[in-house]
């Protein structure tokens, strides 16, 4: 699955289709997985960088740079498994970039309070809430 699509994908419908439901799929299972790496402590992952001849760290989710969200192999045993429609708003949210929830700890000094909260790393990309609005029939005041 390439970044951007191909000929084939461009032209030929079936392929275009074909591609689509494996984008789909990718950012569902994703999505369906994140809360239990959260509930786990493996939002990170290492992996070795050729270009440097050594492991790095990386997120195991797009969560671009925000490392106070997550530290390295802390689990959150009680986040939660997302309901129907936090699972799609993650999903959706995920065609884009980055993630739509966050498990936002509510007592410092207790790490299993919480509760998951609407990222606020995006508050000009809304595709998860826009995605959503459509779904449920809350279609643009443009789409005639």
Do not use: C
């Amino acid at each position: 699955m390439s970044v951007s699509p191909s000929i084939g994908e461009i032209w030929d419908w079936k392929e275009n289709v074909n591609s689509g439901i494996i984008i789909f799929k990718d950012k569902l299972l994703k999505a369906e997985n994140y809360a239990k790496r959260v509930r786990e402590g493996k939002t990170w992952q290492w992996y070795f960088d050729q270009s440097i001849g050594k492991r790095r760290r990386t997120y195991n989710d797009p969560l671009n740079g925000h490392y106070e969200w997550y530290p390295e192999g802390v689990p959150y045993t009680n986040a939660t498994d997302f309901s129907n429609e936090q699972l799609l708003k993650e999903m959706f949210q995920r065609y884009v970039s980055g993630v739509y929830w966050r498990w936002e700890i509510q007592n410092p000094k207790d790490l299993n309070s919480g509760k998951w909260v609407k990222s606020p790393s995006y508050p000009k990309n809304t595709r998860g809430d826009d995605a959503w609005n459509i779904k449920i029939g809350n279609y643009p005041p443009d789409w005639n």
